[in-house]
C-alpha cells in the first residue's frame, strides 16, 4: 500500500471515547516491549508517528491512528511486564476486552510477538480468546533481524508449535531491514476486503 497520509486522531479509555466507527479497523498489541510502535512506524513509513520507547508500557490508552482516509490503525496497549503502577495494568485488561469484543468495525487484530522469546499462556490464551469472538489474528513475529538465519528458523518453528499454527501463519518482521512488511500489508488489505 501506498501510505499518502498517516495522522494521530485521539487516545481513548472507554468507549465513548472513541472514534465514530467509520472506517475499517486494525487493531494492534503484543506483550510490553515487542516492537509494536516501531512495526506500525514501519508499515506507515513513519519515524515518530506512534512513540517508541525503550521503557515498557508506554502505551496506556488505546490510540486511534487514520492511514490514508480510509483505513484506521488501533494502538492497544501492551500486556505482560510494564513498569506502570499494578492498578493501571489490571484496568487494561477490561479496557482491551471491552474494545475488542464490542467494536464493530474492527476486522482483525495484529498479534506482535518477539522471535527471540517463546510465547506464554498471555499469548496463548489471547490467541483463544481471539477465536472465541471470531475475530482474525494476524501474528507477526518481529526483531527477526537480531538472529542468525538458522536460529531464526529454528525459533520460527518453535513458535508455531507452541501456538499450534502453520508456521506460513507467523509473519517474520524486522523493522530494522523492513523485512516482512509487504506480507503484512497483504494480509491486513485482505482482512479489511
Known amino acids: 500500500m501506498i501510505i499518502k497520509s498517516a495522522e494521530f486522531v485521539k487516545s ?39 512513540k517508541t520507547s525503550s521503557t515498557p508500557g508506554r502505551t496506556q490508552l488505546i490510540n486511534f491512528f487514520i492511514i490514508n482516509k480510509t483505513i484506521s490503525f488501533v494502538d492497544l496497549p501492551g500486556f505482560g511486564y ?20 464490542t467494536r464493530k468495525t474492527l476486522k482483525g487484530v495484529v498479534l506482535i510477538m ?7 499462556m498471555q499469548e496463548l490464551n489471547f490467541i483463544e480468546w481471539l477465536h472465541y469472538y471470531n475475530i482474525p489474528s494476524i501474528l507477526i513475529l518481529t526483531k527477526s533481524d537480531k538472529l542468525s ?33 509487504g506480507g503484512v500489508w497483504k494480509t491486513i488489505e485482505r482482512l479489511i476486503g
Not at 487493531?27 to 512506524?41: C, D, E, P
Not at 528458523?153 to 523485512?179: C, G
Open 12 to 50: 481513548a479509555v472507554k468507549p465513548s471515547q472513541y472514534t465514530s466507527a467509520a472506517l475499517p479497523e486494525i487493531a494492534f498489541t503484543g506483550r510490553s516491549n515487542v516492537g509494536k510502535s516501531s512495526l506500525i512506524n514501519t508499515l506507515v513509513n513513519r519515524k515518530h508517528l506512534v
Open 82 to 101: 510494564a513498569k506502570v503502577p499494578a492498578s493501571v495494568r489490571k484496568s487494561w485488561g477490561p479496557m482491551i476486552e471491552t474494545y475488542l469484543s
Open 114 to 120: 518477539d522471535i527471540r522469546r517463546i510465547p506464554g
Open 149 to 181: 538465519k538458522i536460529k531464526q528458523k529454528n525459533q520460527h518453528l518453535a513458535i508455531a508449535k507452541a501456538l499450534s499454527v502453520n508456521e506460513e501463519e507467523l509473519i517474520l518482521f524486522s523493522a530494522k531491514s523492513r523485512m516482512g512488511k
